[in-house]
């Protein structure tokens, strides 16, 4: 009875390990394209997985702290949540299939730079110092 009992918790953490080293292999493909992100990403339930909220988070974040070469950078709205970006990104790579190939760190940028762009601050117009009162002329 004991050796039966340890087989079959033998065969128990067995499935386990290997659900969870396919769980993880399938996590991690998000990275790699729009098709991968879609597959793993998309939910029914009222919770996205927590993996893809985090890389979009990460990607949009590193995006918002970063001034592009044009002058241009995200800036995030308070009211955006993490969920609502991720959406945006589902629904991007959902209305283009054409792009599904590419890089999900570029699809992210695509959609966070078409909706949460800002302009650069005005840098304040370069004036004359004021005159030096000791200064006699």
Known sequence: MKARYI???IMAVLALTISSAAKAQKTSDIINTGDDFL???QYDNNRPPDVCLAYVAG?????AL???????????PDNATLRTTLDLVLQYIKDNPEKRNQKTI???AQVAIKKYVCE???QPA????APDPKVHQ
Do not use: E, H, M, Y
Not at 59 to 63: D, E, F, S, Y
Not at 126 to 129: G, L, V
């Open 106 to 108: 570029f699809l992210i």
């Open 66 to 76: 970063n001034w592009s070469d044009t002058g241009q950078r995200i800036c995030i």
């Open 7 to 9: 087989k079959t918790l």
């Open 120 to 122: 650069a601050p005005k």
């Open 126 to 129: 370069a004036s004359a110092p």
């Open 39 to 41: 597959a793993v990403c």
């Open 59 to 63: 990607v949009a974040g590193t995006l």
